[in-house]
Every structure is written in C-alpha cells, then in structure tokens.
C-alpha cells in the first residue's frame, strides 16, 4: 500500500517495525569552560551566608564534569537577564547550532534534505514562534510538504522521545526518512540571584549542545546502521514535582527533589526487563547501557540497581565528563560517542537507550547493531 504524498511517495510498512539509526551528528558552542572556570566564578556570585565557598568547591568537584560548553561567555552566562533576552539568545544561538549538527548529519548519511520525510526537533531552553525546523527548512532546503513535529516540554527525555517518534514513523511509512533534532541552551538559563540547592545543582551540571540522527525505515533501501527494535515510554506515579522548571519574570528556574535519584533507580530494573522482553530478548542480552548523562549520581544508582560494570556504561560517563547534562541533546551524544570510539559495539549486540524527564518520565529504546 502507497500513501500519496506530494514530494515523495511513502508505503505503508505491513510487518515487521524495523527502523534504523543511519547517521548521527553532534555540534557545541564556541565557548568552553572547566569546571574550576566555573567554581570560581560562582564562588564570587553567591552570597557567602547561603552557600559557602567550601560548599561550592565540594558541589562543583563532586560532578565529575571536567568541561561545559555555553552559547556566551561564562561571564555573560552568569549575569543576570530577562526573560526576553534570555530567549533572544535562544534563538540566534540554536538555529546556527541546529542547522550545523543537521547539514553534518545528513552528509554522513548521504542525503539530501529533500529527502526527508519529516524533521523532529526536541528542545525545552526556550520558546521559538514559528518552530526551530521552519528555519531550518529555509536553510537547509526542505520539501515544503515536509511534515514536522516541534517536541517541548520533555526535559531531558525529549531526545529519546525523538528517536521513539520517528521509530513509530518508519514502522507505519518503511521508506521514510526522519531527521531527529536535539538543540539545548540550558546555560542560558541560569539564575545568578537564585542561591536555592536546585538551582545551584542546575548550574553545576548543565552544558549547551546540539544533536542529529537520521532514522530510515527498512524500505528506504539503506545498508548498515544501527536499528531500533522497540521502545517504552513511563510515567513514575505522583512523581511530577521531583523535576520541574518554574517559568519565572526572570526565565526557568530549576526545582530538583532529593529523591530523584532514588525515584530512578527503584523502577528501573522492571523497566529494562519489560522493554527486553518485548524485543525477544532477556536483561542479560543487553551487553550496553547508554544512559542520558544526568549526573554523577543517577548514573551510579542505575549501575547498582542493574549490577552493570562501569565499561558498559563508558559512554555514559565520558559525555557527562566532557560536556556536562545537555538536557535532550546529552542521549545523543551518548550514542554517538559510543558509535564513535574504540569500543565500539559488534554486530549483532543490544544496547539499551534510557533517559528521564520531567514527570518523573522514562523513554527507552532497545537497540542492535547491524
């Protein structure tokens, strides 16, 4: 069966929901800052009665995070802005980014963006009317009936939600090509003033990044890649302030509980084995773990919860050193790093996708390599 469309003729996928990762891309700011390039700088900012300079150093060495990258310079980073201005930083600074990561993404692959089908965007640091992909269509020379679908709201989970959503395109039109798009900024939304513990664990772990994929269907004719054999979307009941962003005169304002940490780790193993078992496998098959680099602590509790050993979790690990949390982009550099390196995974080998959101939400995908 064949569904018209104007640009492209797409047929609908009877059987079998293959979809593949084709190519993947990432891309950062200018501007690079170490960890002691922050602590010092906060050391400075933070009045002394509310968190001390001991305090800081502790938070800030206590990461893990060696590096960050921001759209500003750290300074202009940390003073204050409204609003308005914040947001107006947003958009100058992610539609350069977002139309560098996706031209890369598609060289790789060897496609042209009139054969996309229908361009993803996930991003949560700010607010764009019309949509980041409408300027990416003028840019980059999208078919004007190129369908869209702008994802906000998600949090860190949005880039996982991305790779789902275009895993249940491909698997309705098997000759589809999906462009997924993570742009974040959250550096953008630091609150110099705000001297709670959220906001200064915000401030301490968060980064700016920029990520693509190419998703293809199995009929879109494409060789090796890396497929996506199901996924699993989860909401942790009476969870939905353990992780929040309050929209203030002043931008976003982080609200983090105490017990998220926990929240993630006690569900995670039935999680793993429902997402397992419906690909046909066990937990034990999955031999990688790509976990959206969320900090230092979530990641050390879903090892424990899962009995994993820190080599399956490398990539993981190596992205929240370099880059920090990058809220929706960081799951893709995960990927991508773990693609990438000297360990990268056999044929035939399962990895598991995870990240968590505002909600508490969980989006996972169980992956193979061709």
Known sequence: MRVAARGRQLSLLD???????????????????????????FARLVPSETWSR????????????????????????????????????YRRHAIVLAERVARECLERAGTLASEVDLVIVASCTGILLPSLDVYLANELGFRSDVRRLPLTELGCAGGAVALSRAHDYTAAFADAKVLVLAVELPTLCFQSRDSSVSNLVASAIFGDGAAAALVTGDGA???????????????????????????????????????????????????????????GITREQIKWFLFHAGGKK???????????????TEAS??????????????????????LNNAMRPGSGEYGLMAAFGPGLSTEMLLLQCD
């Open 298 to 312: 979530i990641l050390a509790y879903l090892e424990e919860e899962l009995g994993l050993g820190r080599e399956v």
């Open 317 to 338: 690990w190596s992205v929240l050193r370099d880059y920090g949390n990058q809220s929706s982009a960081s799951v893709f550099f995960v990927l991508h790093r773990w």
């Open 54 to 89: 001991r305090r800081t150093g502790e938070l800030f060495q206590g990461t893990r995070i060696e590096r960050r990258f921001s759209a500003l310079p750290l300074e202009e980073v940390l003073r204050p802005r409204s609003l308005t201005r914040s947001n107006q930083e």
């Open 15 to 41: 059987e079998n929901r293959l979809a593949r990762i084709l190519s993947t891309a990432t891309a950062i700011p200018a501007h690079e800052a170490t960890r002691a390039d922050f602590e010092e700088l």
């Open 221 to 279: 004719g494409t060789g090796a890649g890396v497929r996506i054999l199901e996924t699993l979307s989860h909401l942790t009941p009476g969870s939905a302030d353990a992780l929040r962003f309050d929209l203030l005169d002043d931008g976003f304002h982080a609200v983090l509980s105490e017990e998220l940490p926990r929240l993630i780790q006690e569900g995670i193993r039935g999680l793993v084995d429902d997402l397992a078992g419906r690909g």
